[in-house]
């Protein structure tokens, strides 16, 4: 059983920068491909981004490449989502998940990911 907590979002201005934060419970941490979702209001939950084990490999959603970043510490078991030129469309609660132990595959599929958090609220005001 994993237990991820997400951190860090908020009320901020186009343009501005967030940095959310997901902390995981366990010692399975460094061996699960980590992601990253979304979900607007009246919008199916989409994918951001995701993150190999060692951190050597990543993928993003098109909407979000050269303005966000993922990456992790596996020493704090924690990922991150550094968020850049923030724009109103990226509002929206932000959801952090867990493949299963040992599955390699860098994976933008929401049922790939069987270990969620509860979400923290991110909102670009123009």
């Known amino acids: 059983q994993v237990q991820l907590v997400e951190s860090g979002g908020g009320l901020v201005q186009v343009g501005d920068s967030l940095r959310l934060s997901c902390e995981a419970s366990?010692?399975?941490?460094?061996?699960?491909?980590m992601g990253w979702f979304r979900q607007a209001p009246g919008k199916e939950r989409e994918f951001v981004a995701a993150?190999?084990?060692?951190?050597?490999?990543?993928y993003y959603a098109d909407s979000v490449k050269g303005r966000f970043t993922i990456s992790r510490d596996n020493a704090k078991n924690t990922v991150y989502l550094q968020m850049n030129s923030l724009k109103p469309e990226d509002t929206a609660v932000y959801y952090c998940?867990?493949?299963?132990?040992?599955?390699?595959?860098?994976?933008?599929?929401?049922?790939?990911?069987?270990?969620w958090g509860q979400g923290t609220q991110v909102t670009v005001s123009s």
């Open positions: 366990g010692r399975t941490f460094s061996s699960r491909v």
């Open positions: 998940a867990a493949r299963p132990r040992l599955s390699r595959v860098v994976s933008q599929e929401r049922h790939d990911y069987d270990y």
């Open positions: 993150i190999a084990w060692s951190g050597d490999s990543t």
